[in-house]
């Protein structure tokens, strides 16, 4: 038993922790620059679930195995489901699809999270290859995109002091008080304000125009579509002023660029396309393939990793699941019944199910209808490597106590395969596999192998090696009447593990009291929740944090166009006393 291990969470900080006296610790050496985030600060203090349950009763995890036994055996093998989410991201995890597939049920696709702005960033150029965190240290202007790096990401801020810094977000979060710039656009506007910035940059002669003509010459085409737009009345619908585009552009020509954009800007219907022209911006400036310059999204964890476990399934959408076609649903590490957009569907769907199976750590709205409730054990408890979506680290992930409580998810899949004669290695084996795709770099530390610090250095991943402008939007700005629901990360939860918040946020001018129970409804579905003010936010805004129970009745469980993600920010709402 080692006593390093890594923060198991669903974050792009993918921090490394010294276990020490009973105590987590975030370690000095590299990105986790010796601190963690109150999840991990408080991270014993939040009560999991000790001992498995069949409807109700407590039972031994023996138990209920055999439980979940009988489940599959009285399912056909396409009647079974297999819903993993993202409670924990280390790459151990997956292996519960190896033996699911491997039995032939059906397994998951579909996004509930960024997969509207990889699709718009693959489009464009042929791959989701990101801009790692410690690039983004190299350069002088960094743009926060929609992006709440306080609350999501905070490893990036020691590494962005003395930049420039610039913020697009509806919200005044703390990055845009601190901000050089901050333009507090109208919610789902972003592809106007990023074609405009093109357009301009262009007229103002601030395209990089030899990287243009070698990786990205269809830019003229891309400029006449930007032209299309009428500049002033689009300026009034988006909330942005000539000025502020100006001092955007000025900030940012001739400089080393970071993009650094989150998944506010993509939870919409159109989100492929908010996300392809803000690439488009980048490529104007010529930001790719250059050090301390690009586009730092979220890329794919697993980029450079290929997986040991067998996968190829049937599978339906996590985001609009028809659950009652199944007799038995596993779930591992996911609230589908809070984190799904379409709460009301999904609820009723679910409840048609003849087993549920509930698999996780902590009691949440899931575990609470689940027929069988099996405990996992903590990533304390087990071993594991885990990788990030923002940088190129891999971490090893020591089992740093023993502990009978739960069981790992590589226990509980091997006495499936077990039982049903079908072949698995040991964990020794996976675990090995996954370390060998760990290289030591000059600072001691281990990298992925096959992931670029700087991508697209010999162009881009498409046929020409060319960027792939769009050439054509379809978009149109506020069509629907109502208010702009904007549904991000709480400080407090990390969706809904954790402290969960409890109110909707408005801005003090509407006129609702503090303390308040108002009604919240869209197309979709109602919520009631007490209000609290932030004048932080736009008056045509209001916010429910991601966690928040019943935020999601409001939310259209609708994929958003080109790609099977989700879009929890497209319903307008409506609130009454
Ligand atoms: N504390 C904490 N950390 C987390 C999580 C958590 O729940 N809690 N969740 C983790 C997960 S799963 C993810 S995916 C990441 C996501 O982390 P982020 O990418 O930071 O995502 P969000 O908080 O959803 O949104 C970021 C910002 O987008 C803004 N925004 C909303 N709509 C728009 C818009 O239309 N345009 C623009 N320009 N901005 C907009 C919001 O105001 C917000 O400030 O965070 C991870 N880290
Ligand atoms: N309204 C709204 N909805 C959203 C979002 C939003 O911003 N707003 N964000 C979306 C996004 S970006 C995401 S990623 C999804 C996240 O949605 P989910 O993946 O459903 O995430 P959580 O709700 O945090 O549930 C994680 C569960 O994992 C379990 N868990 C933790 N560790 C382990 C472990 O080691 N093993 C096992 N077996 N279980 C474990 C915990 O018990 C917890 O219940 O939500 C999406 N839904
Ligand atoms: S910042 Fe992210 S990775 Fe680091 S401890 Fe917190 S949740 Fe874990
Ligand atoms: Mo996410």
Redesign the pocket.
Known sequence: MSNITACP????DACEILFEQGTIKGLKEGHTNGFL?Q?LNHYEKHETIHVPRYKGSEITIDQALLKLKEMINSSKNDEILYYRG?GNFALMQEVGDHFFSSYGATLTDGNL??GAGEEGIIQGRGSNKNMPIHEVAKSEVVIF?????H???SHILPLIKGKTIIV????K?KIAKAADLHIQ?K????LFLAMLLSRFLHIENGCDEEFLDKYASGYEEYYELTQNLRIKATLEQIDVSLGELGDLLRQVKGKRVAIV?????Q??SDGVDVMRAIDAFATMLGLFGKEGCGVSY?GSSREGIASPFKKDAKKVSKVNTDFSLFKTVFIQGSNPLSQMPDSIRVRESISKVENVVYFGLYENETSEIADLVIPAKSFLYKDDVRTSYSHNRISIMSKVVSCDIGISEYELTAYLCKEYALPIESEEFYLKYFKSFAIKKMDGLSYVDKREEIPYKDGFDTEDKEFIFPDEFNSKIGEKDGMHL??????????TQFNREESVYLHSSLGFSEGEIVTVSSINGSVELPVKHNDDLRADCVLIY??TKGVNNLTSSKHALSTKSAIF?ENKVEIKR
């Open positions: 969470l669903d974050c792009y985030c999840h993202t999270c960024d995109w929609g992006r709440n790096p609350v999501t990401s697009i977000d509806p919200i979060t656009l919610p789902h506007t972003d954009c989150g998944v506010g800007i939870k919409y979220l904007i549904t991000s990360k709480s400080q407090n939860s990390l969706n991601s966690g920010q």
